[in-house]
């Protein structure tokens, strides 16, 4: 579904990422793991078109990217949820999932679709009328995957969802990917809680100071203590 050929970034003059090389086939949990400033987040920023500089090869559905626009991605069915959840101030639940819908064909069943994430979020449909930014960062960080997944994507790309989330979200949310991976979603995870990462992927890359040093099945890699000290630990 997704395969990245020799793809380099820059932030300005520092080159951040490296001849990054990976492939996702549709149905997997692929997850991205290394230290902080490995280049995880910036290889999603790049795969979704949201970094100034970049060469190399985005393929997507058969589909070369990189000369598109983010906007553009999304609608072929790619989607992001960055880190910072972008949820916006001032508009309710509704209104913000609502914002998912703009640029997707789903746009024409609006109500439907809402319904349908309502089912698949309980806590978000008690909570639909309510100003988002007034809910928890646990309820907010679901809030930006529903936005996500509002459009039916074939492949979905998260970034540190479990960031600063109380543990028993965090159980509710791991449920949910995989939930999401049996209903034909293919994700791409970068999470800094490795354990728990590697626990619902299928395969994993290791990344350090913006290069891959390292891939092979996520049980695999669960069961190398080496290279999660070397690459992973904090």
């Not at 985005?58 to 949820?81: C, D, I, M, N, Q």
């Not at 309502?118 to 930006?144: C, H, K, N, W, Y």
């Not at 449920?175 to 590697?198: D, H, S």
């Not at 049980?219 to 630990?233: G, N, P, T, V, W």
Request: glycine share 8%; charged share 25%; net charge neutral.
């Amino acid at each position: 579904m997704l395969q990245i050929g020799k793809l380099n970034a820059w932030y300005g003059a520092s080159h951040a990422l490296q001849d990054i090389t990976l492939e996702v086939t549709k149905g997997e949990i692929v997850c991205l793991i290394g230290r902080n400033g490995a280049g995880k987040t910036t290889t999603l920023k790049s795969i979704m078109g949201l970094m100034g500089r970049t060469r190399g090869s985005v393929t997507f559905k058969g589909k070369e990217l990189l000369s598109r626009p983010a906007h553009v991605r999304f609608a072929l069915g790619l989607a992001y949820v960055p880190e910072e959840r972008r949820i916006v101030q001032g508009l309710s639940v509704r209104e913000n999932l609502r914002l998912g819908l703009v640029a997707s064909p789903a746009k024409k069943r609006e109500a439907e679709r809402i319904d349908e994430i309502a089912v698949i979020f309980p806590r978000l449909a008690e909570r639909m009328d309510q100003e988002a930014v007034t809910m928890s960062g646990g309820e907010q960080q679901m809030l930006a995957i529903a936005r996500a997944m509002i459009a039916k994507p074939d492949l979905i790309m998260l970034d540190e969802p479990s960031e600063g989330i109380m543990p028993v979200l965090v159980d509710e949310m791991f449920e949910l990917f995989r939930n999401m991976k049996a209903q034909g979603t293919t994700v791409l995870l970068v999470e800094q809680n490795v354990e728990l990462a590697l626990g619902i992927a299928d395969r994993a890359y290791v990344l350090d100071q913006g290069a891959v040093v390292h891939q092979a099945s996520a049980q695999a890699l669960l069961a190398d203590d080496e290279i999660k000290e070397r690459y992973c630990s904090v």
